[in-house]
């Protein structure tokens, strides 16, 4: 049963989404604070409001997102002196999300600099003005971009990712 915001998401209504999902972080409220669901919400948020040109607060929430795992890891450690395969295995899940999620803050950051160094009306081959197709534009090319390094192909993208990625491209090569 899909959670709320990912049909918004998938709908790409990013600013429905960013509601939908700030209405489910409420309802978590009285979950632990180290809660993983309340992490995912706080994640999920950040994608959306990324996507919604909302790159700060996107930022902010996937920063939260981390704190929680973290805490969560923390907790777990803690809890557990002697911890179960099952515990384990948590705790490695939990601590494999976290550059994950500090990767997408560095996409999320470079979301910000690409929008913001972009001139806002009359974008070359470009006819329509809509808010939302420069943003859905943008996003199709970040996929494009991502897909381009997972699987090496394109080298037109793979030439604009290296230039401006060589960290990434390092440790994408490096996987």
Same mark, same amino acid.
Request: net charge negative; charged share 40%; glycine share 4%.
């Given at each position: 049963?899909?959670?709320? #915001? ?16 700030? %209405?489910? %972080?409420?309802?978590?409220?009285? %979950? =632990? ?12 948020l950040g994608v959306a409001q990324g ?8 930022? $902010?929430? @996937? ?12 907790? @777990?450690?803690?809890?557990? /002196?002697? =911890? +179960? ?8 899940? @939990?601590?494999? @999300?976290? =550059? $994950? ?6 996409? !999320? /950051?470079? *979301?910000?600099?690409?929008? &913001?160094?972009? =001139?806002?009306? #009359? $974008?070359? #081959? ?8 420069? *943003?859905?534009?943008?996003? +199709? !090319?970040i996929a494009v971009k991502r897909k381009a390094e997972d699987d090496g192909t394109?080298? /037109? ?6 230039? #401006? &990625?060589? $960290?990434? &491209? /390092? !440790?994408?090569?490096?996987?």
């Amino acid at each position: 049963h899909p959670r709320p #915001g990912e049909v918004s998401l998938e709908n790409e209504n990013y600013s429905q989404a960013v509601e939908d999902i700030k %209405l489910c %972080l409420e309802k978590q409220k009285n %979950l =632990p604070k180290d809660s993983r669901l309340v992490a995912e919400s706080h994640y999920q948020l950040g994608v959306a409001q990324g996507f919604n040109a909302q790159y700060d607060e996107a930022v $902010e929430s @996937l920063n939260s997102a981390i704190t929680i795992i973290k805490e969560k890891i923390k907790n @777990l450690n803690e809890t557990h /002196k002697t =911890p +179960s395969d099952d515990i384990k295995k948590e705790i490695s899940e @939990l601590e494999a @999300l976290v =550059p $994950e999620i500090e990767e997408k803050i560095v996409d !999320t /950051k470079d *979301m910000k600099k690409e929008a &913001e160094s972009k =001139p806002k009306e #009359g $974008e070359e #081959g470009f006819s329509t003005d809509s808010k939302d197709a420069k *943003m859905t534009k943008s996003v +199709s !090319t970040i996929a494009v971009k991502r897909k381009a390094e997972d699987d090496g192909t394109d080298s /037109k993208v793979k030439k604009v990712a290296a230039d #401006g &990625e060589k $960290e990434t &491209e /390092k !440790t994408a090569a490096a996987v």
